[in-house]
């Protein structure tokens, strides 16, 4: 998700979501967010909720890296 702040550079959200119980799990707050920062924060959720059957990204290419999906 993108927003915008008034005279600073656009900031990412990572928000991680369970889609069945739509519990909120996690928001992260960026100026600048790369693969290795979502995959910390996939790696503590699935450290305390457990794996997910399916994971689904709708923020356009900037989680959809090789990385991230191994």
């Known amino acids: 998700m993108r927003v915008r702040l008034a005279d600073a550079p656009q900031p990412i ?18 100026k600048s967010m790369h693969s290795q920062d979502a995959i910390l924060t996939l790696s503590r959720r699935i450290l305390r909720y457990g794996k997910p059957q399916f994971i689904r990204s709708d923020s356009g290419v900037d989680f959809t890296a090789t990385r991230l999906m191994k």
């Open 13 to 30: 959200l990572l928000c991680v979501v369970d889609e069945f119980t739509r519990e909120c799990l996690a928001i992260e707050f960026a």
